[in-house]
């Protein structure tokens, strides 16, 4: 399957699971009163909304370069992750509010064994849901999908502190709004990492160690005494652009300098997939 078409079908299954869920959850909290179930099943239809915007994702993605983006529309991944974090933010201050208002009001409430059965239903639901889009995210080394499978996993887990709570319920009137708290402050931290990963990309970020190691595997086959450095990386989707400065023998021609960093372009073309501009400048003694 294509990357695009199974970041597709990754939506399309998370949109079903979620529209499902959110009207079992929103049934059983209006039912119940509770706003921790009610705020648990807004969460999990946002995991619809998020589902959408990886499909319009995966949509323009497919886009070949144009005029006016040469390089593709790869980054569309980045910034739809990042409209999922600021989504999650706006879902985690909510439920504070809300929270804090269940709190002040001193109203118990009264769960029952359909809440339990619900959200025993969800959590397990949800974390197949986090797990398929986590793998999907490594299949296709989407970072929307990856921030998809956090949406699903948090939504999980907020799942799961509902449900210890509702099975103390009865010894503690404020576990409710407790409950909202604790699922705000996990939601913030997915949000957190979401948007630290794409935004980093989005700036420009620095190549780690296995990647500078696969481009100087590349260099020392063709030119052992090169001296790369000063490495800039952008990516686009798929598409990799690299910048980086190589050192070379002063008394190279200015003709075998360019011959020497068309070649070495060339082989990180065709090895690793890499689009390379090259500064030449001469080695200093």
């Known amino acids: 399957m294509k990357k695009s078409n199974l970041a597709l ?13 959110f009207g079992l959850k929103l049934w059983v909290g209006i039912i119940t009163g509770s706003v921790a179930l009610t705020a648990d099943a807004w969460h999990t239809l946002t995991d619809s909304i998020s589902s959408a915007i990886v ?20 980054r569309t991944d980045l910034v739809c992750s990042v409209i999922i974090g600021v989504l999650l933010t706006v879902i985690g201050l909510e439920f504070i ?44 080394k989407s970072p929307t999908l990856k921030a998809d499978g956090w949406h699903h996993r948090t939504d999980a887990l907020s799942s799961i502190v509902v449900l210890s709570g509702i099975l103390v319920s009865s010894f503690f009137w404020w576990i409710d709004g407790v409950l909202g708290i604790l699922v705000a402050l996990m939601i913030f931290y ?7 990963d794409s935004i980093n990309r989005l700036i420009g970020e620095k190549p780690d160690k296995k990647f500078l190691q696969k481009i100087n595997v590349v260099l020392a086959a063709i030119k052992p005494e090169v001296l790369p450095h000063h490495f800039h990386l952008h990516r686009y989707g ?25 070649s070495i372009e060339q082989d990180l073309r065709d090895k690793l997939g890499i689009e390379a501009t090259i500064h030449m400048e001469p080695h200093e003694e």
């Open 9 to 21: 079908f990754e939506g399309l299954v998370s949109i079903g699971g979620n529209t499902i869920l």
């Open 55 to 74: 499909i319009f994702s995966a949509v323009m993605s497919r886009k070949p370069a144009d005029d006016e983006h040469p390089f593709g529309h790869g």
């Open 97 to 140: 509010i809300k929270s804090i208002g269940q709190l002040k009001s001193g109203t118990p409430v009264d769960f029952g064994l359909l809440a339990i059965v619900v959200t025993s239903i969800s959590i397990v639901a949800k974390e197949t849901m986090a797990q398929f889009a986590f793998w999907a995210g490594r299949k296709t």
């Open 190 to 196: 997915a949000s957190y990492q979401i948007l630290s």
């Open 238 to 262: 798929d598409h990799i652009e690299l910048t980086f400065h190589l050192t070379m023998a002063p008394e190279l021609t200015l003709k075998q300098a360019h011959d020497q960093a068309n």
